[in-house]
């Protein structure tokens, strides 16, 4: 009760370094934004970020944030609100504000290349604000029970941090080792948060188009274990529409093969 922050919250500041150097690395200037000012304001504030002025990096976000507030780059703004807000760097961190932001922008902007970033931090802030409330429980509780939690805990960070691995290996195109950092987040999770974020993942490098390995069967088998398995997860209902989709595309794909016998049968 008396420790400044939960192992899970210290380990969501790794999570938040590692991918705020990751995006502030790689992202371009955004060439849809309606106009440059707008463009100078982003890349001003992400450079304020790198600097840590992070009161002037939110002030950048939210004037563009201010003219654009249900268009594009509203959701570019949002994101860099919610990435200051998780900042491990930043005094006046506040995850509070942070999940409003990334809540904002799944609401709002659906369509943005960000939302669905957007959704892992809901998830992982969801996560870690649960785990910093069994915090207090645990300084009521007996030394076995407490024990277990922490180990509970610890599982948690090693999973989200094979997540981050395995978004980053995707990232990279190297879908078999983004699958393997999915496989152990599952295998230190089964049956609890982040274990449906890992299976989401998998299924999804299952259907990419640049996978080599593509597999339609199997991702459609990871997208029903989470509907199955993990029935309130955020992912549940995501889930269960790419159940049906990739049930939609096998029997199509089945039809097919079942007309080209039948020509091949008509020619001999």
Not at 163 to 181: M, R, S
Request: charged share 25%; with cysteine; proline share 6%.
């Amino acid at each position: 009760m008396g420790r400044k922050r939960s192992g899970a919250w210290q380990h969501l500041y790794f999570c938040a370094a590692a991918l705020i150097i990751f995006i502030v690395a790689a992202c371009a200037p955004l060439g849809n934004t309606p106009t440059e000012r707008e463009n100078a304001g982003l890349r001003h504030g992400r450079q304020l970020l790198v600097d840590r002025d992070f009161q002037g990096a939110l002030r950048e976000s939210r004037k563009v944030l201010d003219f654009y507030p249900h268009s594009p780059p509203g959701d570019a703004a949002l994101y860099e609100i919610g990435m200051i807000h998780v900042h491990p760097a930043n005094p006046k961190s506040d995850p509070g504000k942070a999940l409003q932001a990334f809540t904002r922008l799944t609401r709002e902007f659906p369509l943005s290349p960000r939302a669905e970033e957007a959704r892992s931090w809901i998830h992982m802030l969801q996560v870690v604000k649960k785990t910093r409330g069994n915090d207090i429980v645990k300084a009521t509780r007996g030394n076995d029970i407490e024990a277990k939690e922490t180990e509970r805990e610890q599982s948690v960070e090693q999973g989200f941090t094979h997540l981050l691995n395995g978004q980053q290996l995707l990232a990279q195109g190297d879908f078999q080792g983004a699958l393997q950092a999915n496989l152990e987040a599952l295998a230190l999770s089964p049956h609890d948060p982040p274990g449906d974020e890992a299976l989401f993942a998998m299924g999804l490098i299952h259907v990419h188009y640049a996978n080599p390995k593509k597999d339609i069967r199997q991702a459609q088998a990871l997208f029903a274990r989470i509907v199955k398995e993990f029935p309130d997860s955020p992912r549940s209902e995501e889930a269960r529409i790419w159940v049906d989709i990739l049930h939609t595309m096998e029997k199509t794909r089945q039809i097919d093969v079942e007309i080209e016998e039948k020509k091949r049968e008509l020619r001999r």
